[in-house]
Every structure is written in C-alpha cells, then in structure tokens.
C-alpha cells in the first residue's frame, strides 16, 4: 500500500508513460499491498494466475506459463501464498522475475511468516532461480541470482 502514488506514477512518468497508456498489471499475489493501486491504471488488463480482466469483464483463466506480452510470461509460485504466481520478463539483460518467493533483497526472511505453504515455497524459489537472472521481490531492490 504505497502512500504516495507518486513512487508509482513519477517513475511512469519520467519514461514519458501516463497510467492510461499502461497496458497490463500484473498481480502476484492478492494481498492488499500488492493490490490496492491497480485502479490507477484504467485501460490495464489485470492478469493473475485465476483470471484475466478488463474493465468488469472477466475474460478467461490464463494458468501456469501464460504469455502477458511476446516478453512476459506468468508462473505458478505458490508458497506465500496458494494462489502467488511470478511475471518472468525477457529483457536484454536477461530474464526478470517479479515475485513474492522472496520479501527482499538479502532474501530474508527465510522462512516466510505468512506462507500458507512453506515447502511449495522452497519448490517455487528454486523454479524462479532456474528461469531468471534477476529477482525484483516483494518488498526490496533487486538482487542477481548468479545464473549467467
């Protein structure tokens, strides 16, 4: 729950993007942290791992390994929770992960106090480090997960 809206939009903004021009959101998992700006982008589709949106209608279920863009591909991740999913992007950098497998940057905590499943967990973090080169978590800066 970002307090200002400006650490979102600012950024957006520097790169010349206005919110309407946003054409995904991705959610990763439904807690209200990670949910509670997706109105700020009004002609976004909003995918997660259940369903597909756009404006009110419900479009489909997407499922594990579904394509967001020619770049972006959605995984199944659970462990934080049942339903977490990571957006894998292809950059020309390598392949970014946005997850909650990981809080933060040190990846602390280790053992999620939320988790719903902290064994999936473990599963989902090593499928994450296999697929990226970077991991954005969570809650922190990105780190390098020393794949290339």
């Known amino acids: 729950m970002v307090a200002d809206r400006d650490l979102i939009l ?29 109105a700020l982008f009004p002609n976004a ?7 597909r949106y756009r404006g009110d209608q419900w479009l489909d279920h997407p499922g594990d390994g579904h394509r967001v863009s020619d770049h972006a591909t959605l995984i199944l ?5 049942r339903e977490d999913a990571t957006l894998l992007v292809e950059t020309d950098d ?32 090593r499928r994450v480090l296999e697929a990226a080169d970077t991991v ?8 390098p997960t020393g794949r290339r």
């Open 10 to 38: 600012a950024p957006l903004q520097a790169h010349g993007v206005a919110p309407e021009q946003v054409t995904h959101v991705v959610i990763t998992h439904h807690h209200p942290d990670h949910t509670i700006n997706i």
């Open 45 to 51: 589709e909003v995918v997660d791992l259940g369903a």
């Open 77 to 81: 991740t659970p462990g934080h929770t």
């Open 136 to 143: 954005i978590p969570g809650h922190g800066e990105p780190f």
């Open 94 to 125: 390598g392949v970014v992960a946005c997850t909650h497998a990981w809080w933060r940057a040190d990846r602390t905590p280790e053992i999620d106090p939320l988790a719903d499943d902290q064994a999936a967990l473990e599963v989902s973090r």
